[in-house]
Structure formats: C-alpha cells, structure tokens
C-alpha cells in the first residue's frame, strides 16, 4: 500500500509521494496529493484538494485551482507547439472541479503574458490536446483524442465528441454538439449538432437545451430561429437579418451575436454550413 507523507518546510502537510519531483518554490496547497513519480515544476500554483495522478507532469507558469483531478501521464505547462514562440513567460491558468484524464496535454499561450484557459466543472477525457491560447468555458466534455488547434474558444456547456480535429481561431458556441470524427474549421453555432466532413449544421441539439433546462417557450423561439437561417431558401445574411423581427430572448440573442460576430469579426473563421 502506498503512503504519502510529508516532505520539507515549504510542503508541510501535503501528501506527497516521496518518488514525486516537486520544486521547492512550487506553492502547494497543503491538502494536495500528488502521486508516484509525478514531477511539478517551478512556477506552479495547486489549489487545495487537487490530485495529481502519478507521471503527470505539470510546469510552468501554471496556476491551477481547487478540486482538480489530474490523472496519470497528463503534461501541462509546457512550451506551445508554436515556431512563434520566443521564450516569454506565458501561463496555463485551470479553474476548479476539472477532471483531466490520462495522456491529456495542455500547452502555454505564445506569446508573454497570455494564457491558455481552462474554467470549472470540465471534463477531458484521454489524449486531449489543448493548444496555446484556448480558453475552454465551464462545463464543457471534450471526448478521447480530439485535437485543439491554437486560439480556439470552447463556450460553455459544449460537447465534442472524440477522434475530431479542430482548426486554429475556431470558436464553438455554448450547448453546441460536435459529432465524433468531424472536421471542424469554422465556427460551430451555438445550441446546434454539426456533424461531418466537411462539417454541416445537421439540426437544433435539442437533447442537450432540454437536459440544460430551456423552457418550452425558449426552445419554440430557437426552433424559429434555427428554420429560418437553415431550412428557408433565403440567403444565410439576409436571414441572420430577419432575426430582428422574431421574438427574442437569451438563446436568440446569444444565437444572432454568434452568428453576426462569426461572419464579420475579425479573426474569425465564419459559420459552418447547414447546405449540403
């Protein structure tokens, strides 16, 4: 049986397995456990009652908060995979209650001073990777090996199913749906499925609104919405600009600004289709 006793001044109380290589100006909460052969670098902070599994490897700049669980194998912290980078400290920042599963690799923003970002109550399941400069909201699944290109924004709430490729700068919208081995190089609508390659709009993720609690009222309003940008046979702007004459709330709103910003931001990679 293992045991994990204290070790150091700096490390007081914490439970640390006596193979781990933790840095002496690491700041660890006492209440972490940190388990054989794990190695945390230098510029890292864990919050209280984090696990780190055994192998995983975490360096930094990386702040991670409270109630994390980071499992066997995981790397986070290291150097973006980006020819960009110049050697200016950039950082991981994780929120709390996240699940990041074996093999998972979260890699530093590019340039000084930027972040890759993960908020609360995430869960990335085996060989995830996260690219510089995401930021994943709360809430979201990101399923077994999917591959997140630099710059992309995940919204909360989202799913995305395993074994799919994501293009830089992409950004997907809150309770969307992304269907397992897709090609996903625009931007993902909120509250949609998209499935494919290439990837389409297929239908509203009507699953997931109701299991988010959306009132009747809510979803009749975003199946309006949805009918009109993707199964009228007007063009997809002037549908986006017959929005204004429905009723609105959130969702809608939400759904018009996404998909307003996504075709006339800068940056941004424009909506995915819903014509075949």
């Known amino acids: 049986m293992l045991t994990y006793p204290s ?8 439970l640390i397995h006596p193979t781990a290589v933790v840095h002496p100006k690491a700041e660890i909460h006492p209440t972490v456990r940190i388990d054989p052969y794990a190695v945390i670098g230098e ?12 192998h995983a490897i975490i360096e930094g700049p990386t ?10 194998g995981a790397v986070i912290g290291l150097e973006p ?12 920042k994780i929120g709390n209650n996240n699940q990041i599963r074996e093999y998972v690799t979260i890699n530093r923003a590019t340039d000084e001073g930027e972040a890759t970002i993960l908020g609360n109550n995430n869960l990335l399941m085996a060989y995830a990777h996260v690219a510089h400069n995401c930021i994943i909201e709360d809430e979201v699944i990101i399923a077994n090996s999917v591959a997140l290109a630099g710059h992309i924004l995940i919204e909360s709430k989202a799913r995305i199913s395993g074994v799919l490729g994501v293009h830089q700068f992409v950004h997907i919208g809150s309770l969307a749906f992304v269907a397992g081995m897709s090609r996903i190089e625009k931007d993902v609508p909120p509250y949609t ?4 390659n290439p990837s389409r709009v297929r239908s509203l993720n009507l699953v997931g609104l109701k299991r988010a609690g959306l009132s009747s009222e809510d979803l009749d309003s975003l199946k309006k919405a949805f009918r009109l940008l993707y199964r009228s046979e007007m063009m997809f702007k002037e549908a986006l600009e017959k929005l204004e004459v429905l009723p609105h709330n959130e969702y809608t709103r939400h759904f018009q600004h996404f998909l307003q910003m996504s075709i006339s931001g800068e940056g941004r990679r ?6 075949l």
């Open 7 to 14: 070790i150091g001044d700096a490390l007081l109380n914490t």
């Open 43 to 54: 510029k890292v902070t864990i919050g209280a009652q984090t696990i780190v599994g055994s």
């Open 81 to 92: 995979q980006d020819l960009k980078y110049k050697g200016g400290a950039s950082w991981v």
């Open 193 to 196: 499925i998209v499935e494919g």
């Open 270 to 275: 424009g909506p995915v289709s819903g014509r």
């Open 63 to 72: 702040e991670i908060g409270e109630n994390n669980r980071i499992f066997p």
